[in-house]
């Protein structure tokens, strides 16, 4: 099992950058594909970007290409999201995500969540 918790979210203005950590409890970190995902009100939990146990092979939404850069660091069991050039459509709350398969774009897959880190991006 490995517990998640998310930080580093905030208010930025448009064009500015936040960088997201997420750091993983537990001696496992490396057997788990990590994810990002994002909820804003009314809306679906929607994949944002997703990297390998080895950090080799990473995945990202259309939206995130080009802007977002997720990374992990085995030795302080812990996975960033780099994000620049942010837009206010990139407001939501931010949630890490750990998986036992391989990288995935699909929410169900995931079998730990963190508590989510708000991200506020204005106009």
């Known amino acids: 099992q490995v517990q998640l918790v998310e930080s580093g979210g905030g208010l930025v203005q448009a064009g500015g950058s936040l960088r997201l950590s997420c750091a993983a409890s537990g001696r496992t970190f490396g057997t788990y594909a990590m994810g990002w995902f994002r909820q804003s009100p009314g809306k679906e939990r929607e994949f944002v970007a997703g990297?390998?146990?080895?950090?080799?092979?990473?995945s990202y939404a259309d939206s995130a290409k080009g802007r977002f850069t997720m990374s992990r660091d085995s030795a302080k069991n812990t996975v960033y999201l780099q994000m620049n050039s942010l837009k206010p459509e990139d407001t939501a709350v931010y949630y890490c995500?750990?998986?036992?398969?391989?990288?995935?774009?699909?929410?169900?897959?995931?079998?730990?969540w963190g508590q989510g880190t708000q991200v506020t991006v204005s106009s």
């Open positions: 995500a750990a998986t036992s398969e391989g990288v995935a774009t699909v929410r169900t897959i995931y079998n730990y």
């Open positions: 990297i390998s146990r080895s950090g080799g092979l990473r």
